[in-house]
């Protein structure tokens, strides 16, 4: 497997930021992908990233270390609408199917 | 609307009942996949299909049976199921088995069916 792993739970307040870590271990890198998953619905993609840096893309942006082995998710100005599961994802070398950590469950608080 | 319809949202079975799961994509993907989500637990991809063709089974019990008539639809055929393989069965697409390109970036995901066994 991959060995990605990111927290199970984070809880936050209303217009906060939170950090979502993620850590995984492989020997070849082909991009890591972040989702989002409201409780009873679809994953959705977020973001993606090959290069080393942080991409904006509204209130959330996404990090990422290669040498690090080592990615964030950043949501800024919470909304209660962002409570949701997390989940981080990363292709094993020469392969296209995704392997996926277990999400963090992010909780928004007013 | 994703894109990537499931059918039923919800199923309870028993333990001696066949069923099946549908999955319909309407994105003109070549790629399709099932996995299974259980709490707290990654996703565990299940099969695999491009055009129509199985190229993966990641060690999956013979009472799941994936079918995959056309690339638009998949099914997964279930039977004699055990109360642990309730879970949250999710499909999804993808443009070719690359991960970019296309439509976007990564996997297209249904909602999933919500598999309990009684």
């Known amino acids: 497997g991959q060995n990605i792993d990111q927290p199970t739970e984070m809880t936050a307040t209303e217009g906060a930021i939170v950090q979502i870590n993620c850590t995984y271990q492989?020997?070849?890198?082909?991009?890591l992908f972040w989702y989002q998953q409201h409780a009873g619905e679809a994953p959705t993609f977020l973001s993606y990233?090959?290069?080393?840096g942080l991409e904006e893309k509204g209130r959330f942006s996404s990090f990422l270390s290669r040498s690090k082995g080592y990615s964030y998710l950043l949501l800024k100005e919470l909304q209660m609408k962002d409570s949701a599961s997390y989940l981080c994802?990363?292709?094993?070398?020469?392969?296209?199917?995704?392997?996926f950590g277990a999400g963090t469950t992010v909780t928004v608080r007013a | 609307e994703t894109g990537v319809t499931q059918t039923p949202r919800h199923l309870v079975m028993g333990m001696t009942n066949k069923k099946s799961l549908k999955c319909e994509q309407h994105?003109?993907?070549?790629?399709m996949y099932w996995y299974k989500q259980s709490a707290k637990k990654p996703l565990e991809l299940m099969f695999v299909?491009?055009?129509?063709?199985?190229?993966e089974n990641n060690s999956v019990p013979s009472r799941f049976s994936p079918e995959c008539p056309n690339s638009s639809h998949l099914f997964l055929h279930l039977h004699t199921l055990q109360p642990e393989d309730s879970a949250l069965y999710l499909c999804?697409?993808?443009?070719?088995?690359?991960?970019?390109?296309?439509?976007?970036?990564?996997?297209?995901f249904g909602s999933g069916t919500r598999l309990t066994v009684v």
């Open positions: 999804a697409s993808s443009q070719d088995l690359g991960l970019t390109g296309g439509d976007g970036y990564g996997y297209t």
């Open positions: 492989t020997s070849g890198f082909n991009g």
């Open positions: 990233n090959v290069l080393d």
């Open positions: 994802a990363v292709p094993p070398p020469y392969d296209y199917k995704l392997s």
């Open positions: 994105l003109g993907h070549n790629a």
């Open positions: 299909y491009n055009f129509k063709e199985q190229t």
